[in-house]
């Protein structure tokens, strides 16, 4: 009886998640069968729910747009916005926990209030700063704005935390300096904080729009955000096959970041569980 309990629960929690599984996935799915048929397939009624014949939609979306420049563009800032805030992150975390300094509980609340000013209100003074220094349609009006992360900040202080003090001790003892202690023993220990970093702001830069949209003026410098409300103008809101193979080529780029990672994303949070 009891075994029979156990197979029948296995094969309901099977069904559930399979369930879920499917309504998360539905929109992809959806989306991937809208961007192979035709205007007129798309509005058909009732809707027809099998994949068409028209794959040249992806073809079109390419290059309608010149998605392959916007997304350079995109990874490009998504890269190097990166890189940048890992050092910056990582060297402010590293102060907070490792030196001893006056008011840094305050000066790390501060750094945490930045998180909860809305866009609206910092996207006009930033505008202006970045006009005054003539990065205007530049990458580094595109990128230097996003250096600063109170999330990554926050995200490494976590874990450098976790690193017990017998560690910093024996690496005391044995001569070991700070940037020596966290570069070759702090940051080689953050292997999966770093991957689930690396994600987060992949995704997050990949997906601005509004940004962008201001600071960006001429084509070449557009990031795939944009090419995607292009497609939307260029198409006059009726040709959706070609609007959603636009999307989906869109969403490549981080859906091969996050299963490259996946794991190291997953085990780079498991220091909140522990501690």
């Known amino acids: 009886m009891i075994r029979t309990f156990v197979k029948k629960y296995h094969i309901f929690t099977h069904i559930t998640l399979i369930t879920v599984i499917l309504i998360v996935g539905a929109p992809v799915i959806f989306g991937f069968i809208i961007s192979t048929q035709s205007p007129i397939e798309v509005f058909s009624y009732p809707p027809k729910l099998t994949p068409g014949s028209h794959f040249s939609n992806y073809q079109k979306a390419w290059k309608q747009v010149n998605m392959g420049r916007m997304m350079f563009n995109s990874a490009y800032c998504a890269i190097m916005v990166g890189f ?27 750094i945490l209030i930045t998180l909860m000013l809305p866009i609206p209100v910092r996207i006009v003074p930033l505008f202006e700063i970045v006009s005054d220094l003539k990065w205007v349609d530049t990458y580094w009006g ?46 080689p220990l953050s292997k999966n904080t770093i991957c689930a970093f690396a994600v987060i702001e992949f995704v997050y830069i990949w997906n601005q729009y ?38 989906l080529i869109a969403l490549i780029p981080p859906l091969i970041v996050f299963f490259v990672m996946q794991k190291s994303f997953m085990r780079g949070f498991g220091f909140m569980r522990e501690k």
């Open 84 to 110: 940048g805030k890992f050092i910056i992150s990582v060297l402010a975390a590293f102060a907070f926990t490792h030196f001893k300094f006056k008011g840094k509980q305050f000066w790390f609340l501060l």
């Open 142 to 187: 595109l990128i230097v704005p996003f250096l600063a992360s109170a999330t990554g900040t926050f995200l490494f202080r976590q874990h450098f935390l976790t690193i017990p003090s017998e560690l910093t001790d024996a690496a005391k003892i044995d001569g070991c300096g700070p940037i020596r202690f966290l570069f070759q023993i702090l940051i």
């Open 210 to 247: 509004l940004w962008p949209l201001i600071v960006v003026n001429s084509d070449h410098m557009k990031v795939v955000q944009i090419g995607i409300k292009m497609l939307i103008n260029t198409e006059a809101m009726n040709n959706w096959g070609v609007i959603m193979a636009g999307v």
